[in-house]
């Protein structure tokens, strides 16, 4: 294993910083307001459902994943073959904003690292929220466990490695558009990592920090009041999420993305057979979803009902 960078300010600053300068984007166009969905355990754990879009002129895959909420893998694992960046103008393509909540015990903030999403559950209001995440690129890998909320800042100072202090020409960055921490940061007690917006917006999705947790700037404007100090963290790896909705199994599979998983069949097949529902399941349906590994929650009931879902290959361009 890589040696991780020592002290605070460094280790926080590592954590946080992809290669090469950040991109500042306009932000002004996003909005994000709190979305609530219900759940109810175990039989109602999928939660919204996904919606029709035709792409506009100009637009690429990433600005439409970011209006929807969705990081950049929920669109790259869906449409692979799609040029995220000139996608074809009038097209009408399935947004995927439904999730299978993770299997925790569901208590405030939750983290799956393979899908790259937080989920935020409110125990009171049998409610969670769901927001999109980049993580620790491999050999930084966001750490497992469970932890607190120990500190919280709004508009933190950068303190940069001393390996990018000459570029920058400082040692530590003040608030403003470039600093890579964005607005707000929410430590937790795994060290120096944190729960932070970002200056690269384009990172959300993908495995870009030295193991810290990246959110878009609107995103963690939001979620940032409504998080108090304490507040528990569960950081998971779940590839492989079940969920029920109506009487239906539904199964949503993410790729390995740290190659903890020596064979993801056997893993798969061995997570349906613990199954209380593992003999309602068509079989055929259930490999196509795990051989996919697309995010899309996929109903596999044997006997499935009308229910809002996307065929599995219905969005391949």
Same mark, same amino acid.
């Given at each position: 294993m890589?040696?991780?960078?020592l002290?605070?300010?460094?280790?926080?600053?590592?954590?946080?910083?992809?290669?090469?300068?950040?991109?500042?984007?306009?932000?002004?166009?996003?909005?994000?307001?709190?979305?609530?969905?219900?759940?109810?355990?175990?039989?109602?754990?999928?939660?919204?459902?996904?919606?029709w879009?035709?792409?506009?002129?100009?637009?690429?895959m990433?600005?439409?994943?970011?209006k929807?909420?969705?990081?950049?893998?929920?669109?790259?694992?869906?449409?692979?073959?799609?040029?995220?960046?000139?996608? #074809?103008? $009038?097209? *009408?393509?399935? +947004?995927?904003?439904?999730?299978?909540?993770?299997?925790?015990?569901?208590? %405030? !903030?939750?983290?799956?690292?393979?899908?790259?999403?937080?989920y935020?559950?409110?125990?009171g209001?049998?409610?969670?929220?769901?927001?999109?995440?980049?993580?620790?690129?491999?050999?930084?890998?966001?750490?497992?466990?469970?932890?607190?909320?120990?500190?919280?800042?709004?508009?933190?100072?950068?303190?940069?490695?001393?390996?990018?202090?000459?570029?920058?020409?400082?040692?530590?960055?003040?608030?403003?558009?470039?600093?890579?921490?964005?607005?707000?940061v929410?430590?937790f007690?795994?060290?120096?990592?944190?729960?932070?917006?970002?200056?690269?917006?384009?990172?959300?999705?993908?495995?870009?920090?030295?193991?810290?947790?990246?959110?878009?700037?609107?995103?963690?404007k939001?979620?940032?009041?409504?998080? #108090?100090? $304490?507040? *528990?963290?569960? +950081?998971?790896?779940?590839?492989?999420?079940?969920?029920?909705?109506?009487g %239906? !199994?539904?199964?949503?599979?993410?790729?390995?993305?740290?190659?903890?998983?020596?064979?993801?069949?056997?893993?798969?097949?061995?997570k349906?057979?613990?199954?209380?529902?593992?003999?309602?399941?068509?079989?055929?349906?259930?490999?196509?979803?795990?051989?996919?590994?697309?995010?899309?929650?996929?109903?596999?009931?044997?006997?499935?009902?009308?229910?809002?879902?996307?065929?599995?290959?219905?969005?391949?361009?």
């Open positions: 890589k040696t991780r960078l002290g605070f300010a460094l280790l926080l600053a590592g954590c946080c910083w992809i290669f090469g300068s950040p991109v500042v984007a306009d932000d002004e166009e996003y909005h994000a307001a709190v979305r609530r969905f219900e759940y109810r355990i175990p039989d109602n754990t999928v939660v919204g459902a996904p919606l879009y035709k792409i506009g002129e100009k637009e690429t990433l600005d439409i994943a970011r929807h909420g969705l990081g950049y893998n929920e669109v790259d694992l869906l449409f692979p073959r799609m040029d995220a960046w000139i996608p #074809p103008t $009038g097209r *009408k393509v399935s +947004i995927p904003t439904f999730w299978v909540l993770p299997p925790t015990q569901h208590q %405030q !903030l939750v983290i799956n690292l393979p899908e790259l999403r937080l935020y559950f409110e125990k209001s049998a409610t969670v929220q769901t927001y999109p995440i980049g993580i620790g690129d491999e050999g930084w890998e966001t750490p497992l466990g469970t932890f607190h909320i120990n500190d919280k800042r709004d508009h933190p100072t950068w303190y940069i490695p001393a390996s990018l202090q000459e570029k920058y020409g400082m040692a530590s960055m003040p608030p403003g558009p470039e600093n890579p921490l964005g607005d707000y929410m430590k007690s795994a060290g120096a990592y944190g729960v932070h917006g970002t200056a690269m917006p384009w990172g959300v999705g993908r495995l870009v920090s030295h193991g810290c947790i990246r959110l878009y700037p609107e995103h963690i939001i979620l940032y009041p409504q998080v #108090p100090l $304490g507040t *528990k963290l569960e +950081i998971i790896y779940e590839p492989l999420k079940f969920g029920q909705r109506n %239906q !199994l539904f199964v949503e599979a993410h790729p390995d993305v740290y190659r903890k998983i020596p064979d993801y069949n056997q893993y798969a097949l061995s349906l057979a613990q199954h209380p529902l593992a003999k309602t399941v068509d079989q055929k349906q259930f490999l196509m979803a795990v051989k996919l590994q697309n995010g899309v929650p996929t109903n596999v009931s044997r006997f499935a009902a009308d229910e809002v879902s996307l065929k599995l290959v219905e969005n391949m361009p």
